[in-house]
């Protein structure tokens, strides 16, 4: 439906129903209306009030409330200048003013399209190039912009009218015989009812548990002597991956062999100076003097062992050259170390994971995030792995929207004891976001839409098909959801669906004739 938009002409449409609507004329006058006709009860029926404003007069036309109204009840030479509202509407001119609905369109009606019988292009298709001409058509409806039932349900019930039905009542499609339905390839199925649970469709894709990826680096620019695993290796917790050399680690090797030397002689100094103090030769001063040098001796040593441990290095190994371990056991998933080459601080050499689980990145748009919450159920199909699906739980949704994508990354984890998952992997996930309950589901292929309705057609004997107005719910991929309008076991139409279609619009040229209650 197109977006609502109401100008000078819906106003004209507005103040023309004023007029319908008013009991009394706009003339001062003394003459009483004729009593309302007496009810089944024997009484009198009393039209019904139309809703009014502040200023007692119908909401929609009160120039108080709509100043904008002004100047078309001007035009309309319908204007009190004394008391500055329009002359239909002034209840000093008129006391006895009075605003009913009635139950009776206005003349210039058209009862069969719910229009103004002057802009009726339905029936009068000459006046299509005025209103296009003039900005005011909806090509979606067929029907002037201004007037448009469907766009504008509220101005046919502000007329006393009742909105258009389509389709008609009764009407029905019969092709003209049953070789006309082989050639237009008409296709039907069953709506069924079953256990049914309103899903959301994602896409994503697979990657390594972050939790079990082990990147390892040097801690300062280093030259890499020798590689001693490659892609696809199977490694276990601590097994040399890489040797490296670093002048920083050398530095740090060297800062460790001097604080042990310090310390082995601090130690020595104190123990002399405990004696000759407990000989009373040396001053007690002079013991924790030599006690605080053992204490610094050790405060440097274990700093070098620190360093030495934080780069991976061995505390006796070569000069400068230590090995990058596995932190676990692993699979290594990428190599970027090659024998001779300089590597930078922080730059990783190998990477490291345990491929026993994976993570399923799902990308859930803005839109549909509120839904999605952890403990879901989630399944998943890969791009890759045709005909497979897993089953799994929503583990952890995002905080926070991507200001690229718009939309929250959600995350699954998946069992792969057998490592038939990859990372990379494209996948789509279907999010179960509400309980399941039993619904009447068809194709989507068997939806069509008209003129603002949602429609089925269902074959009711060979080449005898009727419409349906139905009323859809949630929907999966292939399958959507029967609210209202439509049980059980009735033989949708799937393919050819839209062919029957135009058969039921006005002006349809096709293979069949259509039926409504009235005849043929």
């Known amino acids: 439906m197109r977006a609502s938009r109401v100008g000078p002409s819906v106003l004209a449409v507005l103040l023309a129903l004023s007029a319908a609507s008013c009991s009394q004329p706009a003339s001062p006058s003394t003459a009483k209306a004729p009593p309302p006709p007496p009810t ?9 009030e139309l809703a009014r404003c ?19 009840f001007k035009d309309q030479d319908d204007w009190c200048g004394a008391h500055g509202v329009p002359e239909s509407q002034c209840f000093q001119c008129n006391p006895d003013l009075a605003f009913t609905a009635r139950d009776t369109a206005p003349k210039d009606w058209c009862k069969e399209h719910a229009v103004p019988e002057s802009r009726c292009t339905q029936c009068n298709p000459s006046l299509v190039a005025k209103f296009i001409e003039a900005g005011d058509y909806c090509r979606e409806h067929g029907f002037p912009e201004s007037v448009c039932p469907y766009c504008h349900p509220e101005l046919v019930k502000a007329a006393g009218a009742q909105p258009p039905t ?12 049953a070789e006309t339905a082989r050639e237009a390839g008409i296709q039907t ?3 069924v009812k079953r256990p049914f649970a309103r899903t959301l469709d994602v896409v994503g894709q697979l990657d390594f548990n972050q939790n079990r990826l082990a990147q390892p680096s040097a801690r300062s620019e280093a030259l890499i002597t020798d590689v001693r695993v490659d892609v696809g290796d199977e490694v276990k917790a601590g097994q040399p991956l890489v040797l490296v050399s670093s ?42 003097t030599a006690q605080a040098e053992v204490a610094a001796a050790e405060a440097e040593r274990n700093a070098a062992r620190a360093a030495l441990s934080a780069a991976g290095a061995n505390v006796q190994g070569p000069q400068g050259t230590y090995a990058l371990s596995a932190p676990f056991a692993g699979t290594v998933v990428a190599r970027d170390a090659i024998a001779g080459r300089h590597a930078s601080a922080g730059q990783p050499l190998i990477q490291v994971a345990d491929l026993s689980t994976m993570w399923a990145l799902l990308e859930i748009p803005e839109a549909d995030a509120a839904q999605v919450r952890p403990g879901q159920r989630v399944t998943l199909t890969f791009e890759g792995m045709p005909g497979q699906t897993r089953d799994a739980t929503l583990t952890r949704v995002g905080a926070s929207v991507d200001r690229a994508s718009r939309t929250v990354r959600a995350r699954v984890e998946l069992p792969n004891p057998d490592g038939a998952l990859k990372a990379g992997l494209f996948l789509r996930a279907q999010v179960q976001v509400a309980p399941k309950h039993e619904a009447v589901l068809v194709p989507h292929a068997a939806i069509q839409r ?16 009727e419409p349906v107005a139905v009323e859809l719910g949630a929907s ?35 293979a069949g004739c259509c039926e409504t209650a009235g005849g043929e």
Do not use: M, W
């Not at 502040?54 to 078309?72: K, Y």
């Not at 389509?166 to 015989?177: H, K, Q």
């Not at 310390?263 to 002399?272: I, K, P």
């Open 40 to 48: 089944a009860s024997g009484g009198t029926s009393t039209p019904s």
């Open 54 to 72: 502040e200023h007692r007069v119908p909401a929609e036309l009160c120039t108080r409330c709509n100043p904008d109204l002004i100047d078309v």
């Open 166 to 177: 389509f389709p008609e009542p009764g009407t029905r499609v019969r092709l003209a015989s």
């Open 189 to 191: 199925r069953r709506a």
């Open 247 to 288: 002048g920083a680690v050398g530095a740090d090797q060297g800062r460790l062999s001097a604080a042990q030397s310090r310390l082995t002689v601090a130690r020595s100094a104190l123990e002399r100076k405990q004696r000759l103090a407990a000989s009373g030769i040396s001053a007690r001063k002079d013991v924790e």
């Open 450 to 465: 008209a003129h603002g309705q949602t429609l089925v057609f269902v074959r009711k004997q060979p080449g005898l098909y």
């Open 476 to 510: 999966t991929r292939e399958e959507v959801e029967i609210v209202k309008g439509l049980s059980a076991g009735a033989e949708v139409v799937t393919t050819g669906a839209f062919l029957l279609k135009t058969e039921i619009l006005k002006d349809a040229i096709g």
